[in-house]
């Protein structure tokens, strides 16, 4: 499957934003779908993922209660709310098959990454 992220930009701090993953080429609600990001100068890191059908969800601590991850049969969202500066990173989304795992080896396919900054 093929997977473009889109909807980045600029935010104040205290914003929201959604993110957008949409998917071609393969069977996206057979997929689990995650969303990482890479702040400048830091390796990627895990932001969350969501279960096949959306059953279950798993994120960071450090967006926790911030950020909400959905999908439908063909894309996947990321809403952010009460932004911080800290969240400035290139975000990406990403696939895989079988259950929702926060290792991002273990996500088969890769979307551009969309940059979201947070300014103070």
């Known amino acids: 499957v093929q997977l473009q992220a889109s909807g980045g930009g600029l935010v104040q701090a205290g914003g929201s934003m959604r993110l957008s993953c949409a998917a071609s080429?393969?069977?996206?609600?057979?997929?689990?779908m995650g969303w990482f990001r890479q702040a400048p100068g830091k390796e990627r890191e895990f932001v969350g993922a969501?279960?096949?059908?959306?059953?279950s969800t798993s994120y960071a601590d450090s967006v926790k209660g911030r950020f909400t991850i959905s999908r439908d049969n063909a894309k996947g969202y990321l809403q952010m709310n009460s932004l911080k500066p800290e969240d400035t990173a290139v975000y990406y989304c990403?696939?895989?098959?079988?259950?929702?795992?926060?290792?991002?080896?273990?996500?088969?396919?890769w979307g551009q990454g969309t940059l979201v900054t947070v300014s103070s």
């Open positions: 969501i279960s096949i059908g959306g059953v």
């Open positions: 080429g393969g069977t996206f609600s057979s997929y689990v």
């Open positions: 990403a696939a895989r098959r079988g259950r929702v795992v926060q290792s991002q080896m273990l996500y088969d396919s």
